[in-house]
């Protein structure tokens, strides 16, 4: 019996190291406050919760982005830890699903190549405006009526916002083309999609552009 009670104890310390839990993860990176070139996964433990920055890798998740999981992990706290790094280390138990998100579904719809074809303000286009858009690195590119241009944006559903472009600096006799769409796509805030039409609106609920797909 003496014997019995110290492997008890000790099974008892080993497992309060150490539990296993379910948890969310995002199907997106985010930034990781105060740490430069370095991505986060978002988790939580419930639907209900917000996201939390997860500083440290999950052990044997080969996490993809554009899907949704719920998982199965092992933590254990870390003796000794760099001071710098976590006193907990996260280990995959099992993939509960794994899921291709709404938004990610969403996002795949508008990857391609776009030509303006109505813009606010203007009666007529003399030369047409592009918009290819890289839903993989969230990403648009093409040229603005003159300019090359290139920017990133950001989407969250049907909202979307655009960065400000860089452009190259060719001069043009008219401007105004440029300088319209240019200012229409600082003003987008949400989009529609209808068939191989791309709407986009300001928070007015101003349609500012309406865009082809090019096949």
């Given at each position: ?31 990781c406050d105060g740490v430069s070139s ?178």
């Open positions: 019996m003496k014997k019995i009670i110290p492997l008890i104890v000790l099974t008892i310390l080993l497992n309060s190291c150490s539990e296993n839990k379910i948890i969310f993860v995002a199907d997106s990176f985010a930034d370095k991505q986060c996964l978002k988790i939580r433990e419930s639907k209900d919760e917000e996201w939390k920055l997860l500083y440290q890798e999950i052990e044997g998740f080969d996490y993809e982005e554009g899907f949704t999981y719920k998982i199965e992990v092992n933590i254990k706290k870390v003796k000794d830890s760099a001071a710098d790094g976590s006193s907990l280390r996260y280990k995959l138990v099992k993939i509960i699903y794994q899921e291709k998100s709404k938004v990610a579904l969403q996002t795949k719809s508008l990857h391609g190549n776009w030509k303006v074809s109505k813009m606010m303000g203007l009666d007529s286009l003399a030369k047409s405006p592009t918009l290819i858009i890289d839903a993989e690195s969230k990403k648009i590119s093409g040229n603005a009526g003159c300019n090359n241009y290139g920017a990133s944006y950001t989407i969250d559903g049907n909202i979307i916002n655009f960065e400000t472009p860089f452009a190259t600096k060719m001069y043009c006799t008219n401007m105004k083309i440029e300088d319209a769409f240019f200012d229409c796509l600082s003003k987008t805030v949400y989009y529609k999609l209808d068939h191989k039409n791309l709407h986009l609106f300001s928070k007015e609920d101003e349609l500012l552009l309406t865009c082809n797909i090019e096949e």
